[in-house]
């Protein structure tokens, strides 16, 4: 089955600063990554995706990129602020099933 | 768009009782999820049904917990007797029916069993 492993799992910047979350994930035959914020207390939240037939995705101050031959894949958080304090989490959709494998999460923290 | 709904939001209980947690999916989501968040294991997939019907029930812990899906518009998931250990918050989450589809979360139920 996939196996997804996420680096760092705390991450600290200061406002205006760029952030980088970094996924690994074991199974070549994966094609879908979603990437979830949660903030405390709250439910997780789609903030981007990504499939594999593109490599790179933006959306304002959020990229993801996938590079599926190496099997890893990032988020990019660019001029960063409090509000974007939160844990995120990056997931691979196991092929052939339609359940997602999550990361074990990173908690950034944004200081003004 | 409602969203996913979860009932209750929070629940807390002594040990032995019966919980039960309630989910209505997303109107014309054919897939239905239902994860536990803990600190120690993170977000564990417990088990997901597909058009009412249980697809994966690998990781539902023991046979204290049982889930069902009576119809496409709600689902429940039970545990009995309840002990401290399950005291986590439970989430459900609903995908349309393709592939490369995203799952949509409800707020989660924080359950508390002392």
């Known amino acids: 089955g996939e196996n997804v492993e996420q680096h760092p799992s705390t991450l600290s910047v200061q406002e205006g600063d760029s952030a980088v979350i970094k996924c690994t994930y074991s199974?070549?035959?994966?094609?879908?990554f979603p990437w979830y914020k949660q903030e405390l207390g709250k439910r997780p939240q789609l903030i981007i995706d990504i499939r594999s037939n593109v490599g790179e995705k933006k959306d304002q101050r959020i990229a993801v990129t996938l590079n599926k031959t190496a099997k890893h894949f990032s988020l990019h958080i660019t001029e960063t602020q409090p509000e974007d304090s939160a844990v995120y989490f990056c997931a691979a959709e196991e092929a052939g099933f339609q359940k997602l494998v999550f990361g074990t999460g990173t908690r950034l923290l944004v200081s003004p | 768009d409602a969203g996913v709904i979860q009932s209750p939001r929070h629940e807390v209980t002594e040990m032995g009782q019966e919980v039960t947690l309630r989910c209505k999916p997303i109107s014309g989501h054919d897939y239905l999820f239902w994860y536990r968040q803990t600190m120690m294991r993170g977000l564990e997939l417990l088990i997901y049904f597909n058009n009412n019907v249980p697809i994966d029930d690998s990781g539902m812990p023991e046979d204290r917990f049982s889930a069902k899906m009576p119809n496409a518009s709600f689902s429940t998931l039970k545990i009995q007797p309840s002990e401290p250990r399950d005291s986590a918050v439970y989430f459900c989450?609903?995908?349309?029916?393709?592939?490369?589809?995203?799952?949509?979360f409800g707020d989660g139920t924080r359950l508390s069993i002392l």
């Open positions: 199974d070549s035959a994966s094609n879908y």
């Open positions: 989450a609903s995908s349309l029916l393709y592939s490369n589809q995203p799952q949509h």
